[in-house]
């Protein structure tokens, strides 16, 4: 089995899985979405990796974040479903944790502009440093725990020579479609970052929000999602492989596979590289560590 060893462990308390359990497996998932939304995309997960591997597999919701992480480096889970960010974290938490899996790339970053200002800004847009255009302007952001569409567009932003103290303001939104609409229906805001497909940038925009926002700017494609495996299931690795060479398997050439891809939000899954991967991972626990753990983003609008 392929993973990304980080070069340090920090090992955080853990406790043993429960002697008793009703399932092979157990896995988790960073609460992205509101969590009837993840129930379904759990439940078609489970069915395909049961109906692939003859496994007992149970989704374990978690309550935020923090406690998603918590459950996969204590062993209360085997597997967890996480951004970049969190993959950032656990693995730095505890390098015996192992990525199995990670998505095909297909992720992009998205500037969304309100398209009243975009005659005002269309040159920066188009410039070599378009990023730029944030300098003194409103811009909404994802969650803070969130890596797709908080943390890498701050680094995105750092590369182009952008700080977030050089906004105007910036608020936070957890909800992808709620963001696009915080610029739509009002003149408080002037750009949202949203998380899109190199298929589809606007896959998150509500339709109501589309005619008043346009695409300002687009990341190159990346990855986002890692599937990883507790330090105390890698002990035990003959069912995690089965659910590895599940995830390997689902292939966009199948029309059954293509389905359920589309329901995941992935084009598909490959192994993690231990080069280019750990490399990225370890940018984004760098710069999480000097942002913090405290956003600087307020509700900050226009007067």
Sequence with gaps: MLGCNRGRNVAGNSTEVPAALSADVRITEEPYYAQDIMNEKMDILIAYLEQS??????YVPAINYAHSHELLLSGKVDLLWAGSLGASKVLDANDKAQPIATEVKSFIN???????????VKNTLASERPLQVLKGRHVVFGSNYSGSSFLTPLIEMKNQGVDINDLKGCMHEPKHGHRAMFIADNDKQDFAFVPGSEGNPLKFVPDQ???EVMVGWVSEIKR????????QSILHSNNILKIQDALLALDQSSSAHEEILNQLGVTGFELPNPETDLDNLNEITRFSAVLGDATRCKKNEKE
């Design 209 to 211: 929000a589309r005619s």
């Design 53 to 58: 591997t003859g496994l007992k597999i149970d």
């Design 110 to 120: 998205v500037l969304l502009v309100d398209r009243k200002l975009i005659k005002n």
């Design 224 to 231: 986002n999602y890692f599937i990883i495996a507790s330090p």
